[in-house]
């Protein structure tokens, strides 16, 4: 079993949709978790930090669930730029780096 | 502000020759440095990683090696390429405590023939 798992999609939604995703995560030491986005053929860049608490940032809200193991990622009033794979990353306990998903593809249609 | 240089952007490179690919960071001290390989179509692989001048990890045993000559350089070698060390390699850096956000540099394509 991959340490951090995506559904790889693509999600294909409307504009103005509300979208999900889920990534699940198996050791339960991991103690940091992020989304990323990656464009095509361009690097990683960050999103935002999953909070125990959950956080927002304008149309994104990140949700962890340490019980199941699992962060989302919601996107609201999607837009055609929102268009990319999204990547969630864990790092875990006494561990520098992170471990990456294989990513969620996004394609948002006019 | 801090930025990550790497360079080259592409590399086409026969099989069985060496590489060199640099990463730098300018306006932080003492980052802990990474080297990412993605291979088309699949997830981010961890290679390296460095916490300090000449303090290298390995994660994935390979015919890679990494290097750091000064604090903010950190360098991914090889003497024999092979076609399987295609891809996009990509550079990051975080502030240097265990569980920061790493910051990513813009990565070098290298395509092996």
């Known amino acids: 079993r991959k340490e951090v798992e995506q559904d790889p999609g693509p999600f294909n939604v409307p504009e103005g949709a509300t979208v999900a995703f889920n990534c699940t995560y198996s050791n339960s030491a991991s103690q940091s978790f992020f989304w990323y986005r990656q464009d095509c053929r361009k690097e990683p860049k960050l999103l935002m930090s999953v909070y125990s608490s959950g956080n927002e940032d304008g149309r994104f809200t990140a949700q962890l669930n340490r019980a199941s193991q699992y962060i989302s990622l919601l996107i609201r009033d999607s837009k055609l730029s929102d268009s990319a794979t999204y990547l969630c990353?864990?790092?875990?306990?006494?561990?520098?780096?992170?471990?990456f998903g294989s990513g969620t593809r996004l394609q948002v249609q006019p | 502000s801090q930025t990550i240089h790497q360079w080259p952007a592409t590399l086409v490179q026969p099989v069985g020759s060496p590489l060199s690919l640099e990463c730098t960071v300018e306006g932080t001290s003492n980052p802990n440095l990474y080297w990412y390989r993605q291979a088309a179509g699949r997830g981010l692989q961890l290679l390296f990683y460095?916490?300090?001048?000449?303090?290298i990890s390995s994660e994935v045993p390979q015919n890679l090696s990494a290097s750091r000559p000064q604090d903010r350089q950190f360098i991914l070698s090889s003497k024999k390429l092979l076609l399987s060390d295609s891809g996009f390699y990509l550079c990051a850096w975080s502030p240097g405590l265990a569980g920061d956000t790493q910051y990513f540099g813009p990565g070098t394509r290298l395509t092996v023939l």
């Open positions: 460095s916490v300090g001048i000449g303090q």
């Open positions: 990353a864990v790092i875990s306990t006494g561990r520098r780096a992170l471990t």
